[in-house]
């Protein structure tokens, strides 16, 4: 399975500090003059192939792509109603082949009753996103990038070190708690956590004198709590030799029922 190799993560609540991170990184470490840059996004707001060309900055070429899981669900969203024609249309974009897929458009539309206005704006807005995302759906073979170990991974899989840490369980976060979450989930991740955390071990003191919090907080997460032992659960129970109907009977059932059966609030 394709691996991805020395991979850098960069997250922050204000995309464009992000954005200016990454660039910093990427200009640091990279010469990009006789590079060949392939990018891949969902290509919302932010993340249009304008803003790759500026991280891409001084590279021998840029090849952008449109991310394929988002593409995907896109024509199933907007084909659901004609679900037999979702994989030909997927197909035809796969092949590169622009009458296949100006072809399934009109079978598809061929298919909706006069009074389906609904469904026909679903069938314009998915003609208008395949148009205007046509130059990024281009296969990397056909744009001369043949090198077998090339590869274009899904951007989702990515998400997940965030999101199951951050939005399981109905978490609230402030502002300043969620940014201190995501540090120390991406410096983890780009395995720089005891640099970030000692970053102002070598400011000098004036500097660290700002972050007044900053040293009994790295106390606090660094302290290991005392170990207390603990007996466990202990469970009553009344002794036998009562009838079950006798109310001794009925509160001893009661109480035992009480015991072993969770209460959830």
């Known amino acids: 399975r394709t691996e991805m190799i020395a991979p850098h ?12 991170e990454i660039m910093n990184y990427i200009q640091a470490h990279y010469d990009l003059t006789n590079t060949v840059v392939v990018s891949n996004s969902d290509g919302g707001s932010g993340y249009e192939k304008a ?3 500026e991280l891409s900055l ?3 070429r840029h090849e952008h792509f449109r991310d394929r899981y988002h593409v995907h669900r896109k024509i199933k969203e907007r084909l659901s109603f004609v679900p037999q024609l979702q994989n030909r249309m997927i197909q035809a974009i796969q092949h590169y082949h622009w ?8 079978t598809s539309e061929s298919l909706i009753e006069e009074k389906e206005a609904e469904t026909l704006e679903q069938l314009r807005l998915l003609h208008h996103y395949l148009q205007r995302n046509w130059p990024y759906l281009k296969p990397r073979k056909a744009r001369g990038i043949v090198d077998p170990k090339a590869c274009i991974g899904t951007i ?10 951050m939005k399981r369980q109905g978490r609230l976060w402030t502002k300043t ?19 970030w955390l000692n970053q102002y071990e ?3 003191n004036d500097v660290v004198a700002q972050e007044k919090r900053w040293k009994a907080m790295k106390r606090w997460v660094q302290k290991k709590p005392n170990f207390q032992t603990h007996e466990g659960a202990l469970k009553g129970q009344i002794g036998e030799g009562k009838a079950k109907s006798a109310p001794l009977g009925q509160f001893a059932k009661g109480l035992e029922q009480l015991i072993t059966t969770p209460n959830y609030i």
């Open 99 to 106: 009458p296949e897929v100006q072809l399934v458009l009109d």
């Open 51 to 53: 803003v790759f060309d």
């Open 202 to 204: 070598a400011l000098p």
């Open 9 to 20: 993560f960069v997250s922050h609540l204000n995309r464009q500090q992000a954005q200016k």
């Open 177 to 195: 708690g969620a940014q201190a979450m995501i540090r120390v989930i991406d410096s983890l991740r780009n395995q720089e956590f005891d640099g």
């Open 58 to 60: 001084g590279c021998l």
């Open 156 to 165: 989702e899989s990515t998400h997940r070190k965030m999101t199951y840490r």
